[in-house]
Each structure stands twice: as structure tokens, then as C-alpha cells.
């Protein structure tokens, strides 16, 4: 019984496609997160969600648009893939008040040609 | 600019002996500093924390050491264990400004622990 999962776990697109990765959680926290491992690996910040409010926005492009359908879950769309946009997106969660204690999906390599 | 800085890319570590794996940041507004492991196709995992207010932290085998002045920690690992072998990330969790809720993570440093 997977904590934190994400879908896919690889993605490859070509230029210009709109795409979509998905993640649930099923520890019961109420924050959700996504970051962005680029290829110096360097794991950043990009959305945080309290209770399916937005909390934090990195400065993404607008091309990058979260949703959270509920407490659970937490996607990432992503519309107009550019090259600069592969890197491994990885998504989090951790419970109030506790935000260092984070619980991380296996990561989606997201790759686009 | 990179508030959280790994130097060190790699270490290699004979079994039984001690690691430590370093980390420096220049923002004094970071409320607790963290260490991750990572293994490969896995996400990280909460290894060990550190409140700003402490200089010392320890759980089993790991130890994380804290100095503020230097703006610089610590993680030990003693003794190592082939099962370490891991990235190591270090982070630091915001307390105000632009930081505030974030983490900031370094670079990763990746630990071999040789049999």
C-alpha cells in the first residue's frame, strides 16, 4: 500500500503536447506539494496545497496549472511542453504545522523530444 | 542563487566507518534544516531534522550537528553500512520572507559504502 503515488512513473512527449501527472496520497495530510528535479539535481519547489488551497506558487511558467480535486490528491497539468520542461517532477505531502516532514512519490521522468 | 550548497558530489566510505556528509546555506531565516535519502527510482525519504535552536540531533546511527555561526551542518554516520549507499540531500525549511513554509534543497551528495 503505496503512501504516495504518482502516474505515470515515465512520460514521453514530443514538443508541444499537453500532458498530465497525477498524485494521491493516502496518509490522511492535508498538504500536498510538486517539485521539479532538473538535470543538476537540484529538487525545487514549485505548488504547495493546504486543504486543496493553494499555499505556495513558485514563479513557473503559466503553462504549469495545478488542481487539486480534493485532500488527496493533488495533479499537475502542463500545457504546451517545451524541451526545457524534462526533469523528474516529484510530488509530496505532510500533514500541518510538521511541513519539513515530507512523504515524496516515486517521481514521473518527464521527457520531451 | 543557491541558498542550500552541497559541495561535496560523492563520498566513499569503507563499512564500519564514519561518514559525514556536509552542507552550508547563507539564509539566517531557515527555521529547521533536514536530511534526506534518496535511493535510485524512489523519492526521498525524511531521514533526521534539526531545529535552528539546537546544535545537536541524534537517532541511531545518525547524528546531525548544526553551527549557526558557520552557517554550516553536519550528518554523521556511524558506523556506515552498505545499505546506506544513497543520495543524501540536505534541507532547510523557511521561517519568514520569500521562504516562509518552503524547503530549499542542495544538490544531493552521493554516498557509497563499500563492503
Known amino acids: 500500500d503505496t503512501a504516495v503515488s504518482q502516474t505515470p512513473k515515465y512520460l514521453v512527449t514530443q514538443m508541444g503536447n499537453d500532458k498530465s501527472i497525477k498524485c494521491e496520497q493516502n496518509?490522511?495530510?492535508?498538504?500536498m506539494y510538486w517539485y521539479k528535479q532538473d538535470s543538476k539535481k537540484f529538487l525545487k519547489i514549485m505548488f504547495s496545497?493546504?486543504?486543496?488551497?493553494?499555499?505556495i506558487n513558485e514563479t513557473v511558467p503559466n503553462r504549469f496549472s495545478p488542481k487539486s480535486p480534493d485532500k488527496a490528491h493533488l495533479n499537475l497539468h502542463i500545457n504546451s511542453l517545451e524541451l526545457g520542461d524534462s526533469a523528474v517532477y516529484f510530488c509530496?505531502?505532510?500533514?500541518?504545522?510538521?511541513?519539513?516532514?515530507?512523504?515524496f512519490g516515486p517521481g514521473t521522468r518527464l521527457t520531451v523530444t | 542563487d543557491q541558498q542550500v550548497k552541497q559541495n561535496s558530489p560523492s563520498l566513499s566510505v569503507q563499512e564500519g566507518r564514519i561518514s559525514i556528509l556536509n552542507c552550508d546555506y547563507t539564509?539566517?531565516?531557515?527555521?529547521?534544516f533536514l536530511w534526506y535519502k534518496k535511493y535510485p527510482a524512489e523519492g526521498p525519504t525524511f531521514l533526521i531534522s534539526?531545529?535552528?535552536?539546537?546544535d545537536k540531533n541524534e537517532d541511531g546511527r545518525f547524528t546531525v550537528f548544526l553551527n549557526k555561526s558557520a552557517k554550516h551542518l553536519s550528518l554523521h554516520i556511524v558506523p556506515s553500512q552498505p545499505g546506506d549507499s544513497a543520495v543524501y540531500f540536505c534541507?532547510?525549511?523557511?521561517?519568514?520572507?520569500?521562504?516562509?513554509?518552503?524547503?530549499?534543497f542542495g544538490q544531493g551528495t552521493i554516498l557509497t559504502v563499500h563492503p
Open positions: 509530496a505531502s505532510s500533514r500541518s504545522g510538521i511541513s519539513y516532514e515530507q512523504y
Open positions: 496518509l490522511g495530510h492535508d498538504t
Open positions: 496545497y493546504n486543504n486543496k488551497e493553494l499555499i
Open positions: 539564509n539566517s531565516m531557515f527555521d529547521y
Open positions: 534539526i531545529s535552528s535552536i539546537k
Open positions: 534541507a532547510a525549511l523557511g521561517a519568514g520572507g520569500t521562504s516562509y513554509g518552503k524547503l530549499t
